[in-house]
């Protein structure tokens, strides 16, 4: 019931932000919630040993969330300064704590920085990639609890299924790919059914890539912001390996 209350509460606010908000206000309510993530990021990281990767996570990863342009120029300066900076205390783990660092803000401010890239193409572009991931969330949930068999990735994940993993295919592919369709003309249907099927297999290897994260940290959530779901990384880590790879789409297409 907590979770399908937390869902109830903010998903009208998410609509909102992205389809109705000036673009100022969604700009704030992003850099909140990459900032909430990273920090729950930074937590897990730490639990690996090697030191929290730390406050400069949060400077860089807004300036690469801020840039105007795509920020592979960021990315590289980031990278050297990452090295550079951490390169202290114990020498053995210098090398570790900068790639969690560098880590940290491409996966939580590089991908929401795509959000931003689709949401300026048209904001319903930024509305499928969130939307397929709800529904495929729902679709994994209700199916793999009732018929879920086979396990996916047990040592990672033991309750999901590779019949919910199905299910979750086909809801995306049912919600978000019509909402695709009716929403941004021209399309055809073939690739938009493709695409959303794609970002929804690419989000549940977000799934899975934050568990294993969490496994290996010792943690079973994130955090505890949201009642029901956990730590907003846990609701979100599907969302952050999709909107990259629909943004790769648009600009290859």
């Not at 019949?163 to 695709?180: D, K, N, P, R, T």
């Not at 079973?220 to 029901?228: E, H, N, V, Y």
């Amino acid at each position: 019931m907590k979770r399908i209350l937390t869902a109830a509460a903010l998903i009208p606010i998410i609509v909102y932000v992205v389809l109705g908000a000036n673009f100022w206000i969604y700009l704030a309510v992003l850099a909140a919630v990459a900032c909430l993530c990273y920090h729950e990021y930074d937590h897990l990281a730490a639990a690996y040993g090697f030191g929290a990767p730390g406050p400069l996570g949060y400077g860089a990863g807004l300036v690469l969330l801020l840039l105007p342009r795509e920020p592979w120029l960021a990315i590289v300066t980031l990278a050297l300064l990452a090295l550079g900076l951490v390169m202290r205390g114990d020498l053995a783990k210098s090398l570790p704590r900068s790639a969690l660092l560098l880590m940290g803000v491409v996966y939580i401010f590089g991908a929401w920085k795509c959000a931003t890239l689709l949401r300026a193409r048209s904001p319903h572009w930024l509305m499928f990639g969130l939307l397929l991931n709800w529904a495929g969330d729902a679709g994994a949930y209700y199916i793999g609890r009732a018929f879920g068999k086979h396990k996916m990735a047990p040592a990672i994940s033991p309750q999901k299924s590779w019949e919910g993993a199905a299910a979750s295919v086909v809801a995306a592919m049912a919600i978000a790919g019509a909402y695709l369709l009716y929403f941004i003309p021209g399309i055809p249907v073939a690739e938009a059914l493709g695409l959303t099927a794609a970002a929804n297999i690419a989000g549940q290897m977000g799934d899975l890539a934050e568990s294993a994260m969490k496994r290996g940290a010792g943690v079973k959530d994130s955090g505890t912001l949201l009642p029901g779901h956990g730590g907003l990384l846990d609701r979100v880590d599907s969302t952050l390996f999709a909107l990259p790879l629909i943004y790769i789409f648009l600009v290859c297409i």
